[in-house]
């Protein structure tokens, strides 16, 4: 990733989670009651990053199949209710064995 994309990723990202949290702010003096609005303003970020990083995982190996292979094992894990590390260990590990099984073939 060249450096230009790195920069271009991180303004969209924290304009993303502090643009949309912060105009709230400035343009409602009260509370907010809408539990739509709310939700959607605290779901946003989230969003934005998942956008940005499943492209992202599913170039970064020799082979789509092999990142398809570790994103669906990371996303089962963290649907069990693993942590973090365990979490990216396994699909770091389901990613190898994929490419090294296919590289057998």
């Known amino acids: 990733m060249s450096h230009e994309t790195f920069f271009i990723y991180l303004i969209l990202m924290a304009g993303s989670t ?3 949290r912060a105009i ?3 343009l409602v003096r009260k509370r907010i ?3 739509y609005v709310r ?3 605290m779901y946003i970020p989230y969003a934005v990053l998942t956008a940005m990083t499943i492209p992202a ?5 020799a082979s789509l199949w092999s990142a398809a292979v570790g994103l669906i094992a990371a996303v089962v894990m963290s649907l069990i209710g693993f942590g973090l590390m365990p979490v990216a260990v396994v699909a770091c590990a389901s990613v190898y064995a994929t490419e090294w099984l296919m590289s057998m073939m």
């Open 39 to 41: 939700a959607f303003l």
């Open 33 to 35: 009651e809408n539990r």
């Open 57 to 61: 995982i599913l170039y970064a190996t």
């Open 18 to 20: 502090y643009l949309i």
């Open 24 to 26: 709230p702010f400035v």
